[in-house]
């Protein structure tokens, strides 16, 4: 959003939720920055300054809100996103990328210069690379020290910190507190083998019940698990195998419990867990676009706040997509679960029914056409199952943001036996293209009562930019007989 000071400061006077995350104010005589929806005393206008992230609030000397709590609004992630490189060197760097590389590694793997890379993430978010993952340290610090037990140790390298000496001099610098200050406020004694959990902030309204049970139905039985409002997955990352358990802890709040075998890659974890629940999603600005079109206003009724649900694991997706053409789901779910068996691993978790994690690509890629055969494929699928790994495991495709949509799109449908419908699928869940729309489903022509791919499409360009939202609600509605 533009930075409006007058429009700022009557949000932050109607503290409305709906501006949650987009951006912060700064209060000159408290030397803190808030969200626009913190619960202390209005300060007055003069004494207010607005930033538009909350590295740039840092950068200017404040410091978190203790009661607030910065570290858990929402994320802003427009469709329209200005700097593609910007934001891409951004959610790598989110991720951790500078945790163990440095920003010529970054600069090299987006394909650009040192310096270019500086200048477009300054340009866009008013600090350098660095000083953005340093802000990304310390808030996943401090919510780490205030929502766990974890040792400061844990939470010094768990958040991307290089040693406990220069976690305990950077919070100190930045913060003005001491980190065991805040620990001292913690629920107790860590004991071994404890989940961690995380607490994710969203934009309300959130269908949590139909996301997860789009995720869960759509898995394997041993990866996956809905149970009530709690979802269980199995995570498997490198060498790290371990699980997370979700549910919601309030109306603009998630609570995700995280195995403890997975603190070595947390801050990429993090991430990946917000796109997996879409949680970067403004569901009021979407269904305010969409709900302009005649033919979706009673599916945007039924069902607010409706989200595109991710990946844990582009691969994982992908090969689901693949071994479910022209077959039923059923079908499909045994086949995948054979997958699971043969190229997946046990891994322990609350639910003795979820034991396993699912395959990598490199595992399906070194097996032989046979292997994959006898896992209940025809040799076409086999080929088409093969290339898949292959290319995920070489490079050659990415099945996770940030990427070209386009470029993506257009690798995926190089490969043997992956057409439209598969690209669109995989655009919408695994790369995150908010615009992904699978024409040829037939779900959604069934729903419209349309016949030809053709004018579905024609119809569907009055839903950009969110034509995969669009497309969840037709689904949703379809499933339930509306």
Request: charged share 20%; with cysteine.
């Amino acid at each position: 959003m533009s930075l409006d000071a007058g429009q700022c400061y009557e949000v932050v006077k109607a503290r409305d939720a709906r501006f949650d995350g987009l951006f912060f104010v700064g209060v000159s005589t408290t030397g803190v920055y808030c969200r626009p929806v913190c619960r202390v005393r209005t300060p007055g206008r003069d004494r207010c300054s607005f930033f538009a992230n909350a590295a740039s609030a840092e950068a200017a000397g404040y410091r978190p809100c203790l009661r607030c709590r910065p570290e858990l609004a929402p994320g802003a992630a427009p469709a329209d996103a200005v700097q593609r490189v910007a934001n891409a060197a951004v959610a790598r760097i989110e991720a951790g990328a500078l945790s163990g590389g440095s920003v010529e590694g970054l600069a090299a793997e987006l394909g650009v210069s040192p310096r270019q890379l500086h200048r477009v993430v300054e340009a866009e978010y008013g600090v350098s690379p660095l000083a953005l993952a340093q802000t990304q340290r310390l808030l996943l610090a401090k919510q780490l020290l205030t929502d766990t037990s974890l040792r400061v140790i844990d939470v010094a390298f768990g958040s991307g910190f290089a040693s406990v000496r220069q976690f305990n001099r950077s919070f100190r610098q930045a913060y003005r507190l001491n980190p065991l200050a805040l620990r001292k406020q913690s629920l107790g004694k860590a004991e071994p083998g404890q989940p961690i959990l995380l607490k994710l902030g969203f934009r309300a309204p959130l269908a949590w019940s139909p996301l997860i049970r789009f995720l869960a139905g759509r898995a394997g039985t041993r990866t996956e698990k809905v149970s009530g409002d709690s979802y269980l997955r199995t995570v498997r990352w490198g060498p790290h195998r371990g699980f997370i358990l979700a549910q919601p802890l309030g109306p603009t709040l998630l609570g995700v419990q995280v195995a403890s075998s997975l603190l070595p890659v947390l801050p990429e974890l993090r991430m990946r867990l917000r796109r997996l629940f879409d949680l970067e999603a403004n569901p009021l600005a979407i269904d305010a676009c969409l709900r302009r079109q005649p033919e979706l206003r009673q599916h945007l009724t039924r069902t607010p706040g409706l989200r595109v649900p991710g990946s844990l694991s582009g691969f994982e997706l992908a090969l689901r997509a693949v071994l479910g053409q022209q077959i039923s789901v059923k079908a499909a779910t045994t086949i995948f679960g054979r997958f699971v068996q043969t190229f997946g691993s046990e891994v322990v978790t609350p639910d003795l029914d979820v034991d396993r994690v699912g395959p990598d690509a490199a595992d399906v890629a070194n097996a032989t056409l046979q292997q994959l055969i006898d896992r209940g494929l025809t040799q076409k699928r086999a080929e088409s199952v093969r290339a898949l790994a292959r290319a995920t495991a070489d490079g050659t495709v990415r099945l996770e943001p940030p990427v070209d949509f386009a470029a993506m799109r257009g690798a995926l449908q190089e490969l043997p036996g992956i057409g439209p419908w598969t690209a669109e699928y995989i655009a919408m869940r695994a790369l995150g293209d908010p615009d992904a729309f699978p024409t040829s489903d037939l779900g959604l022509l069934n729903a419209l009562k349309i016949e030809k791919p053709a004018a579905l499409s024609a119809l569907s360009e009055g839903w950009r930019p969110f034509r995969a939202y669009a497309a969840l609600h037709l689904w949703h509605g379809y499933a339930a007989g509306g």
